[in-house]
């Protein structure tokens, strides 16, 4: 009997000798993937990073090549895994020896007939997450999600936190709605026994993106020239301020809470002006009423039936570009006593990398 527990123990040593703690990144190649894992490589613990196309990759050097001359070396010490957050073969291979998930992957679009694609891969997706994590005893999870998942309320003046109700009676755009139902995946995670933080982020500003469509185009558009503006007020928080808070979370006690991440409120029109005299550029002088606004999102339906057209103004983005939302970002400030960086100086930083990619 003792030559058999002997035996036992020995192989459960030889088993935890060869087991190497790893994070893994699921959207690596992403705004907030890509410079999650520029700040994790500071750390000791090996990296696994999931993408999904290999053109993709070569943006995560990019971003690198902005913060460091060692792009290349920095790149070949994580570990790139090809899958899809919708391929379970091959992220069972991925989550081995997996300890902590920080999961960025996100598919993101305003246009209507995307809807079951943004459903596949953010809610199914992130359910895909959840249940690998549960299954591989994953320690903690951070999910990154967005402000448009938080609740609203008509009155303008009252700051939206984490306790304003989420309403599916609200005209939600389908990139909201299908991030509340991966919040909802998570929060079910926790329920069977996972650790797990979300993380709200208001318009994200960081550099290596500028024309994929995301916070890193309006750049591109301002430099291009942008002749209107919008009389609409969002949040707005700088990319290595969402990085931050995520280890930082993923250090802590803090479990199965959820956090907006706004540095500030800034109109649509002071962060144009903002950023076009940061770019050397005319800031927007003519402003875009709600009202052309709704015959700008009508006629682009109307092309869209007509021609088969892809959708670049819907209802929701139109009524989002009027509509007067500020957060409240406290509880995070509290929480882990964060400050968030002046989103002038992150105006600033981003327009001199951009102005440098040129």
Same mark, same amino acid.
Request: aromatic fraction near 10%; charge should be positive; proline fraction near 3%.
């Given at each position: ?53 290999? %053109? ?51 598919? +993101? ?13 953010? +809610? ?32 303008? %003046? ?44 208001? =318009? ?55 956090? +907006? ?14 950023? !076009? ?17 709704? =015959? ?21 983005? !139109?009524?989002? !570009?009027? *509509?007067?939302?500020?957060?409240? !970002? ?20 981003? *327009? ?7």
């Amino acid at each position: 009997m003792k030559l058999i527990l002997s035996d036992f123990s020995c192989k459960l040593r030889l088993k935890k000798l060869n087991f190497t703690p790893m994070i893994l990144v699921t959207g690596g190649t992403g705004l907030v993937g890509s410079h999650l894992l520029l700040q994790l490589l500071k750390g000791d613990e090996p990296i696994r990073a999931i993408y999904r196309r290999d %053109k993709t990759l070569s943006r995560v050097k990019n971003v690198f090549s902005y913060f460091s001359d060692d792009a290349d070396i920095l790149f070949n010490k994580i570990e790139w895994v090809e899958a899809d957050v919708n391929d379970i073969p091959k992220l069972q291979d991925a989550f081995k020896n997996i300890t902590h998930v920080y999961h960025c992957a996100a598919f +993101i679009s305003f246009e209507p007939d995307k809807y079951r694609a943004l459903r596949r891969v953010n +809610i199914e997706g992130t359910a895909n997450i959840v249940n690998l994590s549960i299954s591989h005893q994953v320690k903690k999870l951070c999910y990154v999600s967005t402000i448009a998942a938080i609740g609203h309320h008509s009155n303008p %003046k009252k700051l939206i936190d984490e306790q304003t109700e989420w309403s599916p009676e609200n005209d939600n755009s389908i990139y909201a709605i299908t991030k509340y139902g991966a919040e909802l995946e998570v929060w079910r995670g926790t329920q069977e026994g996972l650790d797990a933080v979300i993380v709200n982020p208001g =318009i994200i500003l960081g550099a290596g993106y500028w024309n994929d469509g995301g916070s890193g185009s309006f750049f591109q558009r301002i430099y291009n020239g942008v002749p209107y503006y919008t009389s609409g007020v969002t949040g707005y928080v700088d990319v290595w301020d969402v990085i931050n808070v995520m280890e930082e979370l993923m250090k802590s006690s803090v479990k199965n809470e959820g956090f +907006i991440l706004v540095s500030e409120n800034l109109s649509f029109k002071s962060f144009f002006t903002k950023t !076009a005299l940061n770019l050397g550029v005319k800031p927007p002088k003519k402003e875009a009423s709600s009202w052309l606004l709704g =015959i700008g999102w009508r006629l682009d339906w109307l092309n869209h039936k007509l021609f088969g057209s892809r959708r670049r103004l819907s209802k929701q983005t !139109a009524k989002s !570009a009027v *509509s007067n939302t500020k957060y409240d !970002a406290s509880k995070i400030k509290n929480s882990i006593n964060f400050e968030f960086k002046p989103i002038d100086t992150s105006i600033k930083e981003v *327009s001199t990398l951009f102005l440098k990619n040129l």
